[in-house]
């Protein structure tokens, strides 16, 4: 059978009990999917197969193929590629093409993974957003006092993306494309981190290592001018800050902050 002008096979032609049918495709190095579509040529393909007359019908949903994912699994490959690519070129200069070289796949097979560069783009920023988070825990557990805690959250998320990106020179651009992919993507680990630092406040009032009465303020009141503080910060005349005038200007939004709300 042709699709898109590449041959795929039913290696196991016929329904079997209830193991479902095996497609490979012969793109040199025949990844195999265990669902019933494959996605080639930026779409997703669905492959109707029938049982006993009834049909069933799966389709590749959200950005990125279900393949089975085996110890040989390029997946990470391609998303470690991309992330460099971003960074060496920004996102508007970085093709599917330059991707699948840099990764050492046929583009084929990267499109087996990711529909288009926004998906794979989208995969990269969900991998960053998994690592924030990891480092944001970490630095929740080291404690110490307020002004500490909430620069360790801020270097946590926004440091370590400067840090990354800053210096490729294509900060502004990659935080425009991460806007324009897609809403989600954006308001998902805003709302995330906002989550934790109005979880830190009200910890650190409860705990009596802070108060919310001088400045008449909620939590969340006050937190929405931390985050524009400390992105506002990435800048300075209209030009990106190097990663350590970003982290001192961050040491010093927490200072502030805590000051505002420390115990009296």
């Not at 019933?36 to 959200?62: D, F, I, K, M, W």
């Amino acid at each position: 059978m042709t699709i898109c002008g590449q041959s795929v096979i039913l290696v196991s032609g016929l329904w079997s009990g209830r193991s479902p049918a095996v497609l490979t495709t012969a793109f040199g190095e025949n990844p195999v999917l265990t669902a019933e579509g494959l996605g080639y040529c930026g779409r997703a393909v669905t492959l109707g197969l029938r049982r006993r007359g009834a049909r069933r019908q799966s389709r590749l949903n959200g950005d990125m193929a279900k393949i089975s994912r085996d110890p040989s699994s390029k997946f990470d490959g391609i998303v470690d590629a991309a992330d460099r690519l971003f960074v060496r070129f920004g996102y508007r200069r970085t093709s599917m093409d330059d991707v699948a070289g840099e990764a050492g796949v046929a583009k084929g097979t990267l499109y087996l993974y990711f529909a288009s560069k926004d998906a794979l783009f989208r995969a990269v920023l969900a991998r960053n957003l998994e690592a924030a988070e990891r480092l944001c825990d970490a630095a929740r557990a080291e404690g110490g006092d307020l002004a500490a805690q909430i620069f360790g959250q801020l270097e946590a998320w926004f440091g370590t993306v400067v840090d990354h990106y800053g210096a490729s020179g294509h900060l502004s651009e990659l935080s425009a494309a991460r806007t324009a992919v897609g809403k989600e993507a954006v308001e998902t680990p805003d709302r995330t981190f906002e989550a934790r630092l109005i979880a830190l406040i009200d910890a650190a009032v409860v705990e009596g290592r802070g108060t919310l009465d001088r400045t008449g303020l909620t939590s969340g009141e006050i937190v929405a001018p931390l985050l524009a503080a400390a992105r506002g910060a990435k800048y300075r005349h209209g030009v990106s800050v190097t990663p350590d005038a970003y982290r001192a200007s961050l040491r010093s939004i927490a200072q502030v902050f805590a000051a505002a709300i420390g115990p009296s």
